[in-house]
Nanobody, 126 residues
Framework: QVQLVESGGGLVQAGGSLRLSCAASGRAVSSYSMGWFRQAQGKERDFVAA????????RYADSVSGRFTISRDNAKNTVYLQMNSLKPEDTAVYYCAAASTPYLRRGSRINEYDYWGQGTQVTVSS
């Protein structure tokens, strides 16, 4: 079992950057494949990025590819989402998730994940 606590959200102007953090307690975060999802106002929760436990391989939604980077610091038991060149359409609540599998089949489906953080608000002004 793992508990996830997200931080780093806030208000930023378009073109700016934010780094979201997901601190894990319990079992080491390196034992889980990790994902980031986001949910905009009135919309469904959508996939953003994922990183495998087995090989640290990553995948990204097309909408964030080249702008966002998911990474993991095993020593700090923390997963990060570095967000650059932010756009107003990136505005959403961002959620960290953990999957009890070393290799994600797709990574983009919410039912692949077993644990979720509380979410952190990211607002990008135009």
């Amino acid at each position: 079992q793992v508990q996830l606590v997200e931080s780093g959200g806030g208000l930023v102007q378009a073109g700016g950057s934010l780094r979201l953090s997901c601190a894990a307690s319990g079992r080491a975060v390196s034992s889980y494949s990790m994902g980031w999802f986001r949910q905009a106002q009135g919309k469904e929760r959508d996939f953003v990025a994922a990183i495998n436990w087995s090989d640290s391989g990553t995948r990204y939604a097309d909408s964030v590819s080249g702008r966002f980077t998911i990474s993991r610091d095993n020593a700090k038991n923390t997963v990060y989402l570095q967000m650059n060149s932010l756009k107003p359409e990136d505005t959403a609540v961002y959620y960290c998730a953990a999957a009890s599998t070393p290799y994600l089949r797709r990574g983009s489906r919410i039912n692949e994940y077993d644990y979720w953080g509380q979410g952190t608000q990211v607002t990008v002004s135009s």
